[in-house]
């Protein structure tokens, strides 16, 4: 396996050259580990006057009526003094009992033109196309009538221009897989404990290898196709798994074995009962937080599923057990939207809370400095002014950090220092974004997740329609008719950064725009965007929270947290340039009050069917989880908003994220298993597995430092 391509026969170093630069190939194992992306059936052989040029491949059995060649000019050559040098393409017309074709070579003339003699039949296999009018194959594969291919199922290889001009077609690297499987197979380390493979119903790595390149009918196939898909998530997670058990055990937690009079307080006077989804998560939580080890969690749910409740709860058995909680929201009115609300919640428990922003002033932030040394301040809210030098803590035994996406690592890290004693806070990380569950348990495999997977009783839905130009009056009436009722509306516009002052004047354009349909006195129409200064953000955003603007313009600002409940429309221009993730939490502003909502998507002139597929997704379901999962389907997990950064630990050679989510929940399951017997695979039928994960492709990126 480790042997060094060029030293398999039939390769040598120009080719190994070749199959390092173009497809990362340097020894035989990497070449038996690119799989085929798919199988061509040849098993079957079709009449001539049933091929259609639409056809990927085809396989006709024929015989050669006539051979012709001709020179670059278009002349054809006579046959009696044939000139070689001269010949350009050679033009072979075959038959069957149905109908005719014509085969062509422009490589390779003398060779063909020397066995395709008329009157001998052949097998001629390839890709059809319609030229001149009628039906031909360029190069296709020639062999004899009656020959039988390895299996029914040829694999396909990726490929590219330089090694198909190198003559690296595919049937050379049919050749050189099967000269490295006859070296190979022999000798072969199974990668996987024998008990595994018993309990898993896996077939043999050896089996699985030989029937991946060379399948002898579709069952062999997908019995090989398992058991490497099962053997490439299963060692992945067993790797995350692992790094996380040992991080577990390393990591030195403050221990908080109490729930707290203020936890009880709170939780006594809430104005309703918690979701089962609320309550599971807090008791995930509380177990950590006592545990003595340091927490570190991603709180996923959904927007509106009620996650500052947790966050609250969290930060009351913090201070329960004689410590500080800090908040930290990515923008200044979410962090006074928190406080606001926190300060309500805490009424009963008599825990001081205190907002720090970036417009708090000297004497106010001297009194909060002062109060988070002294200890008086319990739980302390605000923005990235938090983690500034001079914010100094008596204890700080837990961080929350509202959606972690705005935050940078380094200033997670300076949050982490204000520790206790030189023991770092638990952290506890909130985001709306949902992630696809596959994703999560890869992206995040070696933290803890936990999911709030159920709303609120008495969340009103969204109404969802996506609507063309033509609907634009209609829109504006809709909202005249929806502000009469008392109600606000939000207008989006999409910011694009490669045209970001075309997207301004968009939004300009779109303002003055609506300014003229909603005139004074009797309409006030609000401006947010990110060009304005810190202070007329505010001025304007506050505007329409606090109901003085009926309509707010803007661009995505206002995608994260900020709360009006008496907004009950969200109109979305261009939609169909957001991806859906986005959509999706601009849609989760509204719909937080009493009344019905809407949520009308725009659609732009043109529109791809993707973009299109992707609005009606929208349209039709409102389960941001559902939603993930869909836009992963569609779009790949690599491409996945808001992952892009962080990026998969290692990539996969043949299980996808998107399509085996069963098998990876299943190798997950089997991987913990594992490791609850044996932590640190040290029993000797877990030799194997150890070995493997040496392996540095296993190394994964920190992500327990996401906080
Ligand atoms: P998000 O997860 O988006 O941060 P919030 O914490 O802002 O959601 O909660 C959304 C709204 O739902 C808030 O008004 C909150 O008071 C309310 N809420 C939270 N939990 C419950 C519950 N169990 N029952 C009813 N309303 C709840
Ligand atoms: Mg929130």
């Given amino acids: 396996m480790d042997t060094a391509i060029q030293y398999l026969p039939g390769v040598g170093p120009k080719r190994a050259e070749l199959l390092g630069t173009e497809l990362g190939i340097a020894t035989v194992g990497d070449l038996l580990h690119l799989y085929p992306f798919r199988y061509i059936d040849r098993s079957s052989i079709q009449l001539i006057a049933n091929v259609h040029p639409d056809q990927a491949y085809v396989q006709v059995r024929a015989t050669v009526l006539k051979v012709r060649i001709f020179a670059k000019n278009g002349a054809e050559l006579p046959a009696d003094k044939l000139k070689y040098n001269m010949a350009s393409r050679l033009s072979v017309l075959v038959a069957d009992q149905s109908g005719e074709m014509e085969m062509v070579f422009f490589k390779g003339i003398k060779w063909q033109h020397s066995r ?58 049919l050749k050189m897989v099967g000269a490295a499987l006859e070296g ?188 988070l040394q002294d200890g008086s301040i319990g739980i302390i809210i605000g923005t990235h002014a938090l983690i500034e030098d001079s914010v100094q803590f008596r204890a700080l035994g837990l961080a929350v950090v509202d959606e972690q996406h705005r935050f940078g690592v380094e200033q997670r890290a300076r949050l982490w220092n204000k520790g206790s004693g030189g023991i770092p806070p638990h952290v506890l990380v909130m985001t709306a974004t949902p992630i696809p569950r596959t994703l999560a348990m890869t992206l995040y495999g070696d933290l803890d997740v936990s999911v709030i997977d159920e709303m609120p009783p008495g969340r009103k839905p969204v109404q969802t329609l996506c609507v063309g130009e033509n609907k634009r009056h209609a829109m504006h009436n809709f909202i005249r008719d929806q502000i009469a009722l008392g109600r606000q509306a939000f207008i989006v516009y999409p910011l694009i950064f490669e045209s970001e002052k075309l997207d301004y004047k968009n939004l300009e354009l779109g303002y003055e725009e609506i300014v003229k349909a909603f005139p004074l006195p009797q309409y006030k129409v609000a401006i947010v965007h990110g060009q ?37 429309v969200m109109v979305i221009e261009s939609a169909e340039r957001f ?75 043949i299980a996808s994220l998107a399509k085996d989510g069963l098998i990876l929940s299943d190798a997950r399951g089997y991987a913990q298993h594992i490791l609850d017997q044996d932590p640190a695979l040290e029993k000797p039928v877990n030799a194997v597995l150890a070995a493997e994960l040496r392996e540095d492709k296993y190394v994964t990126k920190d992500y327990s430092q996401i906080s």
């Avoid at 039988?148 to 221009?161: I, P, R």
């Avoid at 196939?221 to 099962?230: C, E, G, I, N």
């Avoid at 304007?540 to 929270?545: H, Q």
């Fill in 532 to 568: 304005q200064s810190a202070q007329e953000k505010e001025f304007n955003m506050s505007a329409f929270v606090a109901g003085r603007a009926q309509i707010l313009v803007s661009t995505t600002v206002i995608e994260v947290g900020v709360d009006v409940p008496n907004a009950s």
């Fill in 116 to 173: 395709l003699l008329p009157g001998s039949s052949f097998i001629f296999f390839g890709k059809p196309a319609l030229f001149n009018g009628r039906l031909n194959m360029v190069h296709p594969e020639v062999d004899a009538p009656d020959s039988q291919t390895a299996g029914v199922l040829t694999g396909v290889y990726t490929s590219t221009e330089k090694l198909k001009n190198s003559g690296i077609t595919g049937k050379v690297m």
């Fill in 184 to 371: 190979v197979l022999p000798g072969l380390q199974e990668t996987l404990p024998e008990y595994v493979l018993r309990e898993k119903g896996l077939v043999p790595l050896g089996f699985a290898l030989r029937q991946i390149h060379f399948p002898q009918d579709q069952d062999a196939l997908a019995k090989a196709t398992y058991r490497l898909k099962f053997e490439e998530l299963f060692l992945l997670q067993l790797s995350l798994l692992k790094q996380k058990y040992i991080r577990s055990r390393s990591e030195k937690g403050l221990a908080m074995p109490l729930v707290g009079e203020a936890f009880n307080a709170c939780y006594n006077a809430l104005p309703y009962a918690l979701t089962g989804a609320q309550k599971r998560v807090i008791r995930e939580i509380r177990e950590d937080m006592r545990s003595g080890h340091q927490m570190n969690r991603l709180l996923q749910g959904d927007v509106g599923s009620g996650k500052t409740m947790v966050a609250v709860l969290s930060a009351l058995i913090a201070v329960g057990n004689g410590y500080q909680a800090c908040l930290m929201a990515p923008t200044e009115v979410l962090a006074q939207q928190h406080f606001a609300n926190v300060t309500k919640y805490l009424k009963p428990t008599g825990v001081k809370c205190a907002l720090l922003t970036g417009t708090t002033t000297a004497a106010a932030r001297r009194e909060i400095h002062a109060g």
């Fill in 579 to 653: 991806g859906l993730s986005q959509l999706h939490q601009l849609r989760g502003r509204v719909g937080r009050g009493a009344e019905k909502s809407f949520c009308i998507l725009m659609r732009g002139q043109k529109v791809s069917k993707e973009s299109q597929k992707r609005l009606d997704l929208l349209c039709a379901t409102e389960n941001g989880f559902e939603l993930a999962e869909q836009d992963m389907k569609m779009r790949g997990p690599g491409d996945l908003e808001g992952t892009m950064q962080s990026g998969l630990p290692v990539s996969l050679n």
